[in-house]
């Protein structure tokens, strides 16, 4: 039996690309699911592909950037699984493309809010439920190798990875 097996992740940016992928691998554990995601549409086709994968999964509207949210997904969570053993902050944004001098502060605060305070807010929030039950559990950061170096163009994504 899996060690994953009837526990409950939470996956941040979980409705396509690699959180869906980490989604459908933990899934695969046996592990009850939840997606909080930014995009409606692509959290109801990540929901269906789950389901008809036979994954138990819920999916939660969620801006990372709003701890308000958070807690709502973590209230949603509860009361579906009863509790949550992993958080996978995965939700980034890539933030404005371009020489430095044509980026604005609007681009950069995008970025720090959703790669930087999305981690914040989600650890934040799921690190005490995750800590009640008494079962361990895991949070996982996804990062991104641009963090550990410049990468031309990308200044408020490498910077925000990097933090």
């Known amino acids: 039996m899996s060690q994953f097996a009837g526990k409950t992740a939470v996956i941040s940016g979980g409705a396509e690309g690699i959180g869906l992928s980490i989604a459908q691998a933990l899934g695969d554990q046996k592990m009850n699911i939840v997606i909080a995601d930014i995009d409606e549409t692509n959290l109801q086709k990540a929901r269906l592909k789950l389901e008809d994968a036979g994954i138990s999964v819920l999916t939660v509207e ?45 681009g950069w605060q995008w970025a720090l809010d959703v790669n930087l305070m999305g ?41 925000t990875k990097a933090a």
Not at 78 to 99: E, L, Q, S, T, Y
Not at 131 to 151: D, P, Y
């Open 119 to 159: 981690v914040v807010f989600g650890a934040k929030v799921m690190t005490p439920l995750i800590k009640q039950h008494g079962e361990g559990g895991w949070i996982v950061n996804v990062a991104s190798m641009a963090g550990m170096g410049g990468v031309p163009y990308l200044g408020a994504y490498t910077a």
């Open 62 to 106: 969620l801006d990372v950037a709003q701890e308000d949210q958070w807690q709502e997904v973590a209230n949603q969570a509860i009361a579906r699984f009863k509790k949550i053993h992993m958080v996978v902050n995965n939700a980034g944004v890539g933030g404005d493309i371009g020489p430095i001098e044509s980026q604005d502060q609007k």
